[in-house]
């Protein structure tokens, strides 16, 4: 009986110690990460303008920002941006930030 409980506290503490992205997505933070994107561009009209492939979320973030800038946008002109991550067979299999 004793072990039993042990193990069921152990279990519930180590559930407590998971991964925060595994709540919204199929990977792991590092995964995310990690993981190659299809950047995407959104004028504040609507306009999609593919910036390419990218290795790393923080990469197409970037990849994103320097558009903006090229383009002499400011934050506050309301572009926007998507990171597809390329997994399991799809350009697009999940949409990140």
């Known amino acids: 009986m004793l072990k039993a409980l042990i193990l069921f506290v152990t279990v519930l503490l180590l559930q ?3 991964d925060e992205c ?3 997505s199929d990977f792991t933070c590092g995964q995310i990460e990690k993981a ?3 950047a995407y561009f959104y004028f504040p009209d609507g ?3 593919f910036l390419g492939e990218t ?3 923080s990469s197409c973030a970037g990849k994103a920002r320097s558009y903006a800038a ?7 002109d309301n ?3 998507i990171c597809c991550m390329i997994a399991k067979g799809s350009g697009c299999y999940e949409k990140h930030k």
């Open 55 to 57: 290795q790393g979320l």
């Open 36 to 38: 190659k994107y299809n």
């Open 70 to 76: 090229s383009k002499e946008m400011s934050f506050n």
């Open 47 to 49: 306009r999609e303008y």
């Open 16 to 18: 407590g110690c998971g």
């Open 79 to 81: 572009w926007s941006y």
């Open 22 to 24: 595994s709540s919204y």
